[in-house]
């Protein structure tokens, strides 16, 4: 987990505004994801990237967006379309086909009043 | 959505006991992937299994697929206080997603 970060670790928002959650790899993987987690839901996946400037929705893709301009940067918006935004936003990398593994970034936590 | 079940949700036990979690699948599993994530930290990855009845240990945890790759289990030996956290089973689906179960939480008294 040591190459991704998250930032920033606790993010506040008001309701109606879009936030954008940074996720920035080194460890030059291939693909990366981002979930969420709600307690007692596990981890559920919004969007994944497999290659650069490609991205595919997951289950829960509606009120986010995503970016994949750079191989190392992945970051996320929370759009106001979101209807339950406060949540632990998790991002992960992992290597390209044949390595199942995935890396964790560390977390954002984000919290709409 | 998440199509593998796992058991129980929550599980507190007393150090030393031992411990074990499951992780059931309706369909056949071509692998399965065991997580830890400790209260407030991030998912760490433990081990993959790939193989019908493969049994790993780590120190005072065993893994083990199912014959039928259809379940897995977790345990844990003689638990320790640094064992708490949440355990996550997860496989790998096409399109390169993991897919995960809701997890155990595994709470130690001392």
């Known amino acids: 987990d040591g190459g991704i970060t998250q930032s920033p670790k606790y993010l506040f928002r008001k309701e109606g505004q879009n936030v954008t959650l940074s996720c920035e790899q080194n460890?030059?993987?291939?693909?990366m994801y981002w979930y969420r987690q709600d307690p007692g839901q596990g981890l559920r996946l919004i969007y994944y990237?497999?290659?650069?400037?490609?991205?595919q929705k997951g289950d829960i893709a509606e009120g986010y967006s995503v970016s994949r301009e750079k191989k190392e940067s992945f970051p996320l918006t929370v759009t106001s379309a979101q209807k339950n935004p406060t949540a632990f936003y998790l991002c992960?990398?992992?290597?390209?086909?044949?390595?199942?593994?995935?890396?964790f970034g560390p977390g954002t936590r984000l919290t709409v009043l | 959505g998440q199509q593998v079940m796992q058991i129980p949700q929550y599980q507190h036990v007393q150090e030393g006991e031992d411990f074990t979690t499951y992780c059931n699948s309706s369909?056949?599993?071509?692998?399965i992937q065991w997580y830890k994530q400790r209260p407030g930290g991030h998912p760490v990855f433990l081990i993959q299994?790939?193989?019908?009845?493969e049994v790993k240990k780590q120190k005072r945890l065993t893994f083990q697929f199912g014959e039928a790759k259809k379940n897995s289990s977790l345990h844990i030996t003689a638990t320790q206080t640094t064992d708490v956290g949440t355990y996550f089973c997860?496989?790998?689906?096409?399109?390169?997603?993991?897919?995960f179960g809701a997890g155990t939480i595994l709470r130690v008294k001392s």
């Open positions: 460890l030059n993987h291939d693909a």
């Open positions: 997860a496989y790998m689906e096409y399109g390169n997603k993991l897919v």
């Open positions: 369909t056949t599993l071509s692998n």
């Open positions: 299994l790939v193989k019908s009845g």
């Open positions: 990237s497999q290659i650069v400037n490609d991205f």
């Open positions: 992960a990398s992992k290597p390209g086909q044949g390595y199942n593994e995935q890396f």
